[in-house]
């Protein structure tokens, strides 16, 4: 028996991308696109590949939301959900074939994917694997919150093997646009929802936390100057957050006393962190046998 499968576009001005999205997919039964009211030609160059374009207002706070109208449309027994900046390649491809003929399949499957942004392939700073819920049963998989909290799944999961090709951030402008506003307001509306309060502290230990974690320990420095920027930019990122946390609290002020006991504190922490990271990093990448113990030990009398 053959599942039939469909596929589930999500796009907007994407005429640039959408045309290599939709010839990685001509395989599929059905293919579905949902066009968030574009400005440019990607409706047109959609209609080429389906007669199935679903316009839906575009409302960037709620893009992933605006999915489930495919999946409400979609007819196969499976559904595979995917931007018009993604690519499946040939052997994810051949990987979903194989599956689509076998009995007991699970409700879901985990998608590994390689990101490219700036021009480069990042396959550390917490970019990759990058798992993504993208193959779900019909019926059993749907987006409950606004975007990137990923698809809500009645049923177990698997992962498979091959990789979506994600062409992520091509600019430094898409990358702002998306992380620092639209995003960061999507996460500070959450965390008012949870009823944070801000800290003048949370000002330097969340984004260095951030930074800390995409530039060393998802050993962002392997991605070289790209993993930099991108670490930085996460803590950036973070930092607007915050940002929009003290905007919707009307701006108000904290201590002077408060806020140099909460920075001096901070960047005490952040400091010793950054000693710690710096050494590990050097004992992993020395060759020299000695060299190795000694930073060894020294990290460990800090």
């Known amino acids: 028996m053959k599942h039939k499968l469909s596929v589930v576009i999500s ?15 001509t395989w599929v039964d059905e293919i ?5 009211s574009s400005t440019d030609k990607t409706p047109d160059i959609a209609r080429k590949y389906t007669s199935k374009v679903y316009l839906q207002p575009n409302d960037p706070f709620k893009i992933d939301l605006q999915k ?5 449309k979609a007819t196969g027994d499976y559904i595979l959900n995917i931007d018009a900046d993604e690519k499946v390649s040939r052997e994810l491809k051949e990987e979903i074939q194989r599956l689509m003929v076998k009995a007991n399949l699970k409700e879901g499957y985990f998608i590994p994917r390689y990101n490219f942004m700036f021009g480069k392939k990042i396959e550390h700073s917490g970019w990759y694997p990058d798992h993504q819920l993208r193959l779900f049963k019909r019926g059993k998989g749907k987006y409950e919150d606004s975007v ?3 698809i809500e799944l009645d049923g177990e999961a698997e992962y498979l093997k091959e990789h979506l090709i994600h062409n992520n951030y091509e600019n430094i402008v898409q990358f702002i646009n998306k992380n620092m506003i639209i995003y960061a307001q999507i996460k500070a509306g959450d965390l008012l929802k949870k009823n944070y309060s801000l800290r003048p502290g949370d000002l330097i230990r969340v984004p260095s936390k951030e930074f800390l974690s995409r530039f060393f320990a998802r050993e962002g420095y392997k991605d070289g100057l790209h993993g930099l920027f991108l670490s930085l930019f996460m803590a950036a990122s973070e930092l607007a957050v915050l940002g929009y946390v003290w905007e919707k609290g009307g701006f108000k002020e904290g201590s002077r006393e408060e ?10 922490e952040f400091n010793k962190n950054l000693n710690f990271w710096f050494l590990s990093i050097k004992i992993k990448e020395s060759k020299n046998p000695l060299r190795k113990l000694s930073l060894k030990l020294r990290n460990k009398l800090k």
Do not use: Q
């Not at 806020?259 to 005490?268: G, M, P, R």
């Open 68 to 72: 489930n109208t495919g999946f409400e």
């Open 148 to 150: 990137h909290k990923g």
């Open 11 to 25: 796009a907007y001005n994407e005429e640039s991308r959408i045309k290599d999205c939709l010839d990685s997919v």
């Open 32 to 36: 579905i696109v949902v066009d968030n």
């Open 259 to 268: 806020i140099l006991k909460d920075t001096e504190s901070e960047l005490k």
